[in-house]
Structures are given as C-alpha cells and as structure tokens.
C-alpha cells in the first residue's frame, strides 16, 4: 500500500447536521421532498438528523481520539448562499470555518465535497435547477465563494458527488427531487453536472490554490453474465451507456460513441453546444484524481427484445431482503442477480474483489490517481442491554475490501485515499436511520442523540495506528 494513502470517513451535510432552516439557511429540494408522503421510509428527514451541526466538537473529538486521518464532509449550498447565489450568509461560512479548523487542529485532514444532492430549492423553482444550463454560472458562483473562504486551510475539493445517482433517481425513477421523469432532462442534467465539474476545475487551477481537485462517481463495475458472446457485447453496450459515460465525460471530456450515438438517435439528446467539448476536455486534463464511491458491481446478461425494461419491482427501502429485480434495455442489456456474492439486507451485492477489478481498469483507461471517497456497508444494529455494538460483518466487510485495495496498488493503483461512509450512523436518503453505516453509533430515540463506539470503530482505530 503507498505510504502516502490517508485513511478517513466521509459524510454529506443533509445527512448529518440537522438544523435544516437555522442561522439564515435556506431550504434545499431535499428539506421539502422529504416531506412529501410516501417518498422516504417511514417518513424519515434530516431536520435534526445527528445534530452535528451543534455537536460537530463531540464528533471531532471521537474522530481524533480514533486516529481517523481525512474527514470528508459536504458544503450545504443553503447555508452559504441561501438565495443560491447573492448575498453570502456569514453564519454558514462561520459554521464550516469553524468545523475546518476543529478537524485541524486535532490532526485531521478536511476535504470538502461542494455537491452532495441538497440544491436551493430557489434555483429549483427559478429555472428547472439541473435541467437548465443557469445552473452552470450559480453553480461555479456557489465554487467560488468555498473556495475564497476554505481553500486557504483546505487541500482536497471533490466538486460532485455521484452525479449519476441524483440525476437518474430525479429524472428517470421519481424516486428523488424533482421527480420529473424526461429521460431528455436526464441526459441534459448529466451534461450540466459535467460542465460545472469542468468550469470549477478550471477556475480551481487558474486561481492557482495549491490543493487537488476532482469529482466522484457512483462506481458499479460490471461482470459479463457468461463467455456467451452475446453477453458479453451486452456488458460492453451497458458499460458504453452508463458506466464510462459517466466517467468518460468526467475525465476524458468525451462521451463513448457507442453511448453517443444511442441516445443522439433514441432522444436527440444531450444537447451538446459549441465549446463544451473543449472546456470538458481542458478541464479533464487539470482534473487530479477520479474519487469513487465503491459500494457493489453487477453482473450483465443479455436482453431479448421483449426482456425487461427499467421500471418494474420497487427499490428495496426497508431491508427486508430478497426484493431484487432485473431490470435493462430490452434487445441491450439487462443486470442479473450474482449467484456467487452474498447481497445485503437492502439487495446490494457484496464483493470486496470488484473494488480491485474496478480500480484495476480506470488505471488502464484513466491513468489517474484514486480517491476512495466512499465504501460501507449499510446494515441493521444492534444496541445489546450493555450499550455495546458488536458490528463484526462491518469490521469483515471493510478489511476484505482494504486487501482487495492493498492488492489493487500491488497491480499499480494510485490510492490518495479510503474513505469509509461513514463515521457517524446518519440518514439514509430514502431508507430512514435504521439502515447503519458509522462507526459511531447514534441512538436516533433518545432525546440526547446518544454516542457510541461500536465494535469497528476500535477495530478501524487499531488498524489506522499499525497504518493497515
Ligand atoms: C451514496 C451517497 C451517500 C450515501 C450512500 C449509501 O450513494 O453518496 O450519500 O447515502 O450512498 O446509500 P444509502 O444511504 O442509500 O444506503
């Protein structure tokens, strides 16, 4: 393992800091969506969430007393720019000064995520917020005034957090805000997340500030259900329209022509205007390290033409497992259950091999090096009567993955970085707080939103001071 790898935990704001409309914030799609019936598991929002807006100096306290080197934590637009652009809320900007330098000065390295998912509701219901390219100047605004205010203290900036996931979940499967299915919306939102990813890298390297910059992406490699050829050409189809078109346009400044040409023809869509292809090539070239979120692969078998189509089943929400469903293009492509992994409670598929494998191929096709910005695994805990968590298959889950990582940099992987998600328990997006990830266990029914250490997290402290 390179020496110089950090070993850390990640969050995002909605998730973790509660206080949804103090100190001059405003509301974000997500403190309104929430409320909508129906939409989360039983209801559940971030209102309150962990309290880490009043308590982040007891969450840094466990932090360094853990030995947790980088701590990666998101930027609420709402709080800095509550108009989405305009006059800046000074109470926001005091909130993450003072957060930044918490961490630092008990040792922990700070690194921002400016994008993880809570845009001003404001530029939402001014001009379409993603499907609208004034998204790209509010945006490179909002990038701006974090970086006048952080990038003195703060060294590593991942611009977007899994663009992928919040476009197609808003604009393909209502299952997040919008909820405005338009499969044209969804492939002019992903061009507009690139774009803004490409005007921020730049305007990064031209201000000249001496930190590193890149984006993170949902991350699902992809097995070939059989040497059948057919399959095989299916997983090459499938990985064309989503897999490297989500990264390719990230880090190459190009889409794959198979993609391209698929969805040009099926929805006349993305609109490509004069100039991006040069700004989303020059930013690519600045761009300084591919961040993943590594959570599962998948395994793709091919679809007859009258096979599934995307829709179909519901989104396992409430970790009753065995709710996994097929879904694909029919004549493409279709993801099939993996027979040979274990799968989660929530149906995700667990194979510490597949962050190697994956990891293996973006070296061969970007030649850059990786921030693991994400990796966890979400599960149902247990508080025992002694206040004890003995989370084993977090602490079995995690270390398969670190040799799998350790073995990927025997094969010549740059790793900056390995984030856990996450430190904390927190909301999951759509599956309340009874779906687990942290290290710290936070007892959502009590009144005082208790701490605890889980058995990982000694496990994680032990591991970080022999430095794996
Ligand atoms: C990623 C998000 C995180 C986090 C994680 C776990 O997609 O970037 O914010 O939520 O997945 O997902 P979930 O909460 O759905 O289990």
Not at 109 to 124: R, S
Not at 333 to 357: C, F, H, L, M, Q
């Amino acid at each position: 393992m390179s020496k110089k790898t950090l070993w850390g935990s990640a969050s995002a704001a909605y998730q973790i800091e509660g206080a949804y409309k103090e100190d001059g914030k405003s509301l974000s799609i997500w403190d309104n969506y929430v409320r909508i019936p129906g939409k989360t598991y039983k209801g559940t929002n971030g209102d309150v969430a962990c309290d880490h807006y009043h308590r982040y100096k007891e969450d840094v306290k466990l932090m360094k007393e853990m030995g947790l080197q980088i701590y990666r934590f998101s930027i609420a637009w709402t709080r800095i720019l509550p108009n989405g652009r305009g006059e800046v809320n000074q109470k926001g900007i005091d909130f993450y000064n003072n957060l930044i330098d918490e961490l630092i000065a008990n040792g922990i390295e700070p690194a921002i995520t400016i994008y993880h998912w809570d845009l001003p509701q404001c530029l939402q219901d001014e001009y379409g917020g993603w499907a609208s390219r004034k998204i790209i100047d509010d945006f490179t605004n909002y990038a701006s005034v974090i970086f006048e205010n952080f990038a003195d203290r703060v060294k590593k900036f991942i611009v977007m957090n899994e663009p992928a996931i919040f476009i197609n979940l808003a604009y393909l499967l209502d299952l997040h805000p919008p909820c405005d299915k338009d499969p044209v919306k969804a492939l002019n939102g992903y061009h507009h997340t690139a774009l803004c990813h490409a005007k921020v890298v730049n305007l990064y390297k031209e201000k000249g500030y001496d930190g590193i910059i890149g984006s993170s992406i949902a991350f699902g490699p992809t097995y070939p259900a059989s040497d059948d050829p057919k399959d095989i050409e299916a997983n090459k189809n499938h990985n064309d329209l989503h897999v490297w078109w989500e990264m390719d346009i990230y880090f190459k400044g190009e889409y794959p022509k198979y993609g391209l040409d698929y969805y040009q023809k099926k929805f006349n869509a993305p609109v490509i205007e004069d100039g991006d292809y040069e700004l989303l090539k020059s930013a690519a070239k600045k761009n300084d390290f591919i961040g993943i979120n590594y959570y599962q692969t998948a395994v793709i078998a091919y679809n007859p033409e009258d096979g599934v189509g995307s829709e179909g089943g519901k989104m396992n929400n409430d970790g009753k497992k065995g709710q996994f469903v097929e879904r694909g293009i029919p004549g493409i492509y279709k993801s099939i259950k993996n027979n040979n992994v274990e799968y989660t409670d929530w149906d995700w598929a667990i194979d510490p091999d597949g962050i190697r494998y994956g990891m293996v191929q973006l070296k061969e096709r970007y030649g850059q090096p990786i921030f693991i910005s994400e990796n966890g695994l979400g599960a149902f805990d247990k508080l025992e009567a002694d206040g004890s968590i003995n989370d084993d298959y977090r602490i079995k889950f995690i270390s398969d993955h670190i040799d799998a990582i350790k073995q990927a940099t025997k094969e010549g992987v740059d790793v900056l970085a390995y984030c856990t998600w996450s430190f904390t328990d927190l909301l999951s997006w759509l599956n309340g707080y009874q779906k687990r990830y942290g290290f710290v266990h936070i007892d959502f029914d009590s009144k005082d939103l208790t701490r605890r250490k889980k058995k990982s997290y000694h496990w994680y402290k032990d591991f970080i001071k022999n430095n794996g």
